[in-house]
């Protein structure tokens, strides 16, 4: 059954054929004004409330799992009357579950015209506290009446796992030329609308399209909702490209969770990037207490011994929904703040650089609190000396510096116009270590092996020099590398485990990873953040990669 | 008894007959199930194949010294009775049916269950010992009925057609493009074919086959008559600068692997239409039941993992290592299209 070839109109009045449709468009353009074009469509004809679900989920909600992938595995085997064990050779062939599942479920033997929201919120969402007995009776029903595509696409919203190829800025884009209002506008009304607190609904989307109301923009009084995230650029020239050093405030970057601590009405909120409300998570951060009217951007860290510490203690604090007083000694939090967004009431954001940093040491030196640290600014006479100063970013476990123009406003995103933040990251480490497990891919790269393990040398105890595995990547190389590797792994495997091969150590790639902590829960007693493959080393015999003992002398 | 069918080095070997069915090494005496260049391969002495599928054969491998059958007609070598029957895959395509000593082994070649109308259809063979293809073999893979295909495409071409667009189908130059020519409307535009195609069709038309009226791009001096037009070409002019003269065109591509959306990503083609000259998984499960065979010997596709349900489902199953590809095997395209459309960026 194709997934592809729904797109008749004939179709178009049932809802879920209808989203599945568009997903199919946006799915298999790669052109920005393609996918647009699709989402234009689609929310011109969409009912308000079915759009209201679909926003959420084009702008990247994930409401939680409502039915969990061991029961969508049994059921869907059940449905089919295969085996398990062909079941997961199926799976190994699509690479993904709810695709797999879609396609070996018999052909339905109803048809349905029942529309998103009414299976979001009246046949998916009930489920979730249901009886395995009467989940079963459910899916069953609903995948009797469900082509293969919307099949995929239920089973993507069940599992909170839908993804797909839009940004949220796109969507956002697709709205503004719809209704008429300004881009800025209708970014500033979807802030929190991903929140899994709050449900879609047709009011919801239609106070997103309104017309705009008088001074509309800023003051979202009362209302718990962030700005829109500025985004920094990586910076590829020479800073002496950049021109007058003065023109430039510099900071360091910090590699924790980036946030906006929100003050109205008596209330804080704490946002990450990804507009998850995490407040109850960092007690310690949103128990500070501002005047109402403010906003706060910043970095939360671990912070030990006046140093950040590395991410790997800091996620030890973002799976953790209760806290106990062990953990919050341990593993302290602090909000780094870098910039003031609202200020008294009002949207600052206009403003430049340099007069909202005069204000944020103002309101900060205000507060006396140990979760709130001010992100000092780093002063160097000229681009060569403030090099010299990045050299001990590694020390000072940041990701190197921020360069931000002292005139610049604080847009929305990833956009140049309101002036622009650089990141001046330092290079990666890097080893050389040798490829010896492969497993194929996910999606687009399904049945290609391209996720591999590699591993550095080290003497056991006997003083035999073994491969030891250290990191997995799957990123970095180009489709046409990916496919001579995958040729060179289908030719030298000497086992097969389930999924993954192993194969003869033949090849050599450089990994870059940006740090590295001790880890008790790796083989080799370390772990590495980001690793990913910066090239194949065609021209190293596998003796010539680097030891453990080598990625040892990298932890600080 | 001895096994009447064995895989040696050349291919697969009729051992009281002394003859191979599509054997891959050069031999003396070679039954060929189709045409398609993994089964007919050039080298042999003598060949034997179905009539309705010599034309194709000769146009492929030149002067050969070639024996034919109709279909269901019988002969007899050293002691085994040989005799075809269609296997509904492409023009001229055979199920090699033998007899010896009371004993029927049929070998199926490459096989699809649903009728079109470039080929005879599939006739299922009673036998006891059945050698089945597994291109398709996992219960993922079931097809749509082909005219509801036929449909999809001949729905983005019209929609292309009115968006002033040229809709370009990547397709097997062999079987697929003639099957999707027969089938579609030819009333939507003109229709234009890829000099590999184009080369097929005329050996189609001559033995009777019905295909509509194509042009080749040398003779369209007009660039305004290219609007609204179907262009069939073979996935290897994918990014070639045969494709430029086209302008802003919509892409897709013909095949059974387009069902899965990895392999239609792969592909980075605007559609995927799900169409296959091979049978489905309930097309395989159904073409073994009607043989009431109940050994089943396996080859090239989903080799093991049909052995494996077919013995838990009570068959005697095993499997023949073979070379033959799977013609739409996706892997080696995927790889070539993509090394070609880098050199092309």
């Known amino acids: ?556 | 008894m001895a096994d009447l069918v064995v895989a040696k080095k050349e291919g697969l070997f009729c051992v009281p007959g002394q003859f191979y069915i599509d054997p891959w090494l050069p031999v003396e005496r070679a039954i060929i199930t189709h045409a398609h260049a993994d089964h007919a391969r050039p080298g042999h002495v003598h060949y034997l194949a179905a009539t309705s599928g010599a034309a194709i054969l000769k146009s492929r491998l030149g002067d050969i010294t070639l024996d034919t059958l109709a279909y269901r007609e019988r002969t007899v070598h050293n002691g085994v009775t040989i005799s075809l029957y269609p296997a509904g895959h492409v023009l001229g395509s055979s199920q090699v049916r033998l007899e010896y000593k009371g004993e029927v082994w049929v070998v199926s070649g490459d096989y699809k269950l649903e009728a079109d109308g470039t080929c005879d259809a599939f006739e299922p063979v009673a036998c006891e010992t059945f050698i089945t293809e597994s291109t398709f073999g996992l219960p993922i893979y079931r097809w749509q009925a082909q005219n509801s295909i036929l449909d999809d495409i001949n729905e983005w071409w019209r929609r292309n057609g009115e968006a002033g667009r040229v809709s370009v189908l990547f397709c097997y130059s062999f079987g697929k493009a003639q099957r999707i020519l027969n089938g579609i409307d030819n009333t939507i535009g003109p229709i234009i074919c890829h000099g590999a195609i184009e080369t097929l069709n005329r050996v189609y038309r001559e033995v009777g086959i019905p295909l509509p009226d194509t042009l080749s791009i040398s003779g369209i001096n007009d660039k305004a008559r290219l609007r609204g037009a179907l262009v069939l070409a073979p996935p290897s002019a994918a990014g070639s600068p045969w494709m430029r003269r086209f302008g802003d065109y919509s892409d897709a591509f013909a095949s059974g692997w387009m069902l899965l959306r990895g392999a239609r990503r792969r592909r980075a083609v605007d559609r995927g239409f799900v169409l296959s000259d091979h049978a489905d998984w309930p097309g395989l499960m159904a073409a073994i039941t009607a043989t009431g065979a109940r050994r089943v010997i396996v080859t090239h596709g989903h080799v093991d993992i049909m052995v494996r349900w077919l013995q838990e489902n009570g068959f005697d199953a095993s499997a023949f290592d073979t070379e033959y590809g799977t013609e739409e095997d996706d892997n080696v395209a995927a790889n070539e299209s993509i090394a070609f459309k880098e050199s092309h960026a």
């Open chain 1, 1 to 556: 059954m194709t997934m592809s070839q729904r797109t008749n109109p004939l179709h178009s009045k049932k809802a879920m054929r209808e989203f599945a449709g568009l997903y199919n468009e946006l799915d298999s353009t790669t052109a920005t004004i393609g996918k647009l074009d699709a989402l234009k469509r689609y929310f011109s004809h969409a009912q308000p409330a079915n759009a209201a679900w679909a926003v959420y989920f084009l702008a990247g909600g994930k409401p939680r799992q409502t039915i969990s992938t061991k029961l969508l595995r049994q059921f869907s085997t059940e449905m089919s009357g295969i085996p398990e064990w062909l079941f997961d050779e199926c799976y190994l062939a699509v690479g993904d579950l709810a695709e797999t599942i879609a396609h070996i479920l018999p052909p339905p033997g109803n048809e349905s015209c029942i529309a998103l929201a009414v299976w979001m919120e009246e046949r998916i969402i009930p489920l979730r506290n249901e009886t395995p007995e009467k989940i079963r009776g459910a899916l069953f029903g609903y995948w009797d009446e469900l082509q293969a595509d919307e099949r995929f696409l239920l089973i993507k919203l069940i599992s909170g796992g839908f993804r797909v190829g839009v940004s949220k800025l796109l969507v956002v884009r697709a709205l503004s030329e719809l209704s008429g209002l300004d881009i800025k506008i209708v970014s500033q009304r979807m802030m929190g609308w991903t929140d899994s607190g709050l449900q879609p609904s047709a009011m919801r989307y239609s106070s997103l399209i309104a017309p705009q109301v008088a001074f509309e923009g800023a003051d979202p009084h009362g209302q718990p909702y962030p700005y829109p995230f500025f985004l920094a650029h990586p910076l590829q020239a020479d800073p002496e490209t950049l021109g007058d050093i003065r023109q430039w405030q510099a900071e360091w970057k910090y590699d924790g969770i980036r946030a906006q601590l929100v003050q109205r009405g008596g209330q804080r909120w704490l946002w990450s990037r990804g507009e998850d409300l995490i407040t109850d998570r960092f007690p310690e951060i949103s128990g500070i207490s501002f005047a109402d009217g403010t906003v706060l951007d910043g970095e939360i860290l671990v912070w030990k011994n006046d140093r950040p510490a590395s991410f790997a203690e800091l996620q030890k604090r973002i799976g953790r929904k209760t806290l106990s007083s062990k953990i919050l000694n341990e593993l302290p939090a602090v909000f780094i703040a870098f910039d003031l967004l609202e200020h008294g009431g009002q949207d600052i954001r206009n403003a430049a650089q340099s007069e909202r940093r005069g204000k944020l040491e103002d309101v900060v030196s205000a507060i006396g609190a140990p979760g709130l640290i001010i992100s000092p600014v780093i002063d160097a006479h000229d681009w060569q000396a403030l090099r010299v100063i990045r050299d001990s970013s590694r020390s000072r476990a940041v990701e190197g510096m921020m360069l931000k123009s002292v005139s610049a406003r604080y847009g929305a995103g990833r956009t140049k116009e309101s002036g622009v933040w650089w990141k001046w990251k330092i290079d990666p480490y890097t080893v050389d270590a040798v490829l010896i497990y492969a497993q194929k891919g996910h999606g687009r790269r399904a049945s290609l092996y391209t996720d591999y393990t590699f591993a550095v040398w080290n003497d056991d105890l006997e003083g035999k020099r073994k491969l030891v595995p250290f990191a997995k990547a799957y990123s970095g190389l180009t489709d046409r590398e990916i496919a001579q590797v995958d040729a060179v792994i289908r030719k030298t495997t000497v086992d097969k485990f389930g999924p993954v091969r192993s194969v003869m150590p033949t090849m050599v790639f450089e990994i870059g990873f940006e740090g590295i902590a001790l880890s008790s829960r790796h083989k080799a007693g370390i772990a590495v953040r980001f690793p990913r493959m910066l090239r194949i080393r065609d021209d190293k015999k596998i003796d010539e990669a680097d030891s453990l003992e080598t990625l040892r002398g990298m932890l600080t």
